[in-house]
């Protein structure tokens, strides 16, 4: 992406329990179990084989070094304009993680309507690059263990991967923008990631709305230029388990069945 590289994670604001699940609307629910059983599937194909997601996307670029981006040249589809890599911070991180994904979507693919944030600090790039599809938005950062399963979501300043800044409202509306639609690296791992995002909507949404609360009241006791302050990098996190998330939509389906 575009400015610097993000440096060890920071203390984050943390959501804790966000799994009461029995509100959501019935169409949302059915839409994250479907989301959960192609996170499943993904997992048995690749199983299989003896891999994971983590070892598709590091498959044939050589050793795992600090920063890079894998794959390369990132993943992003010219059809949806998603956008994601994965990559990992030297040294201790916050979370005990072997790497993490950083999704996106580009101008080209939001809502219409979506316009970048004003740059309250004077460094938030309004509408730079903003036509020509240059101003991409992050939407989460999934957080990978060792076995290459997601353990955490997170959200970050804008300073972390050189985004350009968006409300959280919008970003939200975003959300269902999201959909790698490729075979390249790897189909699994496209339809995983694209799963994710769907199976932890409600969550994800929590995380960006945190985000900019967090951010504002930092702005109001006078942080500075607040989305460039490299002592706010993650802002909020969230620990999470695919199974259990799994488990909770399905109690939930069954709850309203009950009703």
């Not at 999934?142 to 997170?154: H, K, N, T």
């Not at 496209?190 to 799963?195: F, G, K, R, T």
């Not at 995380?207 to 989305?227: F, K, M, N, Q």
């Not at 993650?234 to 199974?243: C, D, P, Y």
Request: glycine share 10%.
């Amino acid at each position: 992406m575009g400015a610097g590289r993000e440096r060890a994670l920071a203390e984050p604001c943390d959501l804790g329990d966000l799994r009461d699940l029995g509100d959501l609307p019935l169409a949302r629910l059915a839409d994250m179990a479907d989301a959960g059983g192609q996170i499943r599937e993904c997992y048995r194909l690749l199983r299989k084989g003896g891999g994971n997601i983590v070892g598709e996307v590091l498959r044939g670029h050589g050793a795992f070094c600090d920063w890079e981006h894998y794959p390369p040249s990132d993943v992003y589809d010219d059809e949806t304009h998603s956008q994601y890599y994965y990559h990992a911070h030297p040294g201790a991180c916050r979370f005990v993680e072997h790497g993490h994904f950083h999704t996106f979507l580009r101008p080209l693919g939001m809502p219409a309507g979506i316009v970048p944030a004003a740059a309250a600090d004077g460094g938030a790039g309004a509408a730079d690059g903003f036509a020509d599809n240059q101003a991409p938005s992050h939407l989460v950062a999934i957080s990978m263990d060792e076995a290459g399963y997601p353990v955490r979501l997170f959200t970050t300043n804008r300073w972390v991967t050189g985004e350009t800044w968006y409300r959280a409202e919008d970003v939200i509306r975003m959300l269902d923008r999201f959909l790698v639609d490729l075979a390249y690296p790897s189909l699994p791992v496209n339809i995983w990631i694209s799963a994710m995002v769907r199976l932890f909507r409600p969550e994800i949404e929590a995380l960006i709305r945190e985000r900019d609360a967090v951010l504002a009241a930092s702005a109001a006791a006078g942080a500075g230029p607040i989305h460039e302050d490299r002592a706010i990098e993650v802002v909020s996190s969230l620990a999470i388990s695919v199974e259990q998330q799994v488990e909770n939509v399905a109690r939930a389906l069954a709850s309203r069945e009950r009703r």
